[in-house]
Nanobody, 124 residues
Framework: QVYLVESGGGLVQTGGSLRLSCAAS????????MGWFRQAPGKEREFVAT????????SYARSAQGRFIISRDNAKNTVYLQMRNLKVEDTAVYYC?????????????????WGQGTQVTVSS
């Protein structure tokens, strides 16, 4: 079983940066892909970024490309989301998730474990 705990959220101004971390515990962290999703008020949860089990494959939502970077350090059982040039529309609760397979996944249905989420608020 995998337990995921996000951290690093907070309040920043437009153009600022945040690095989210997702600490995982359990024996299967290295066996699957990981992803970041977010849910803004009044909107459905949406895909942000994903990374394969060995970090060899990355994929981003259009809204994240060029601004966000997903990475993982399997030795530390941690996945990161570095966010730069933050915009007001990035305001959301950000969730990390562990996929049921080794590859990347953009559909939340492919994920079996979810963290509690961390709030990111971007003010203008």
């Amino acid at each position: 079983q995998v337990y995921l705990v996000e951290s690093g959220g907070g309040l920043v101004q437009t153009g600022g940066s945040l690095r989210l971390s997702c600490a995982a515990s359990g024996p299967i962290f290295n066996s699957g892909g990981m992803g970041w999703f977010r849910q803004a008020p009044g909107k459905e949860r949406e895909f942000v970024a994903t990374i394969s089990s060995n970090g060899g494959t990355l994929s981003y939502a259009r809204s994240a490309q060029g601004r966000f970077i997903i990475s993982r350090d399997n030795a530390k059982n941690t996945v990161y989301l570095q966010m730069r040039n933050l915009k007001v529309e990035d305001t959301a609760v950000y969730y990390c998730a562990a996929a049921r397979h080794r590859g990347t996944a953009v559909n939340e249905n492919d994920y079996g474990y979810w963290g509690q989420g961390t709030q990111v608020t971007v003010s203008s």
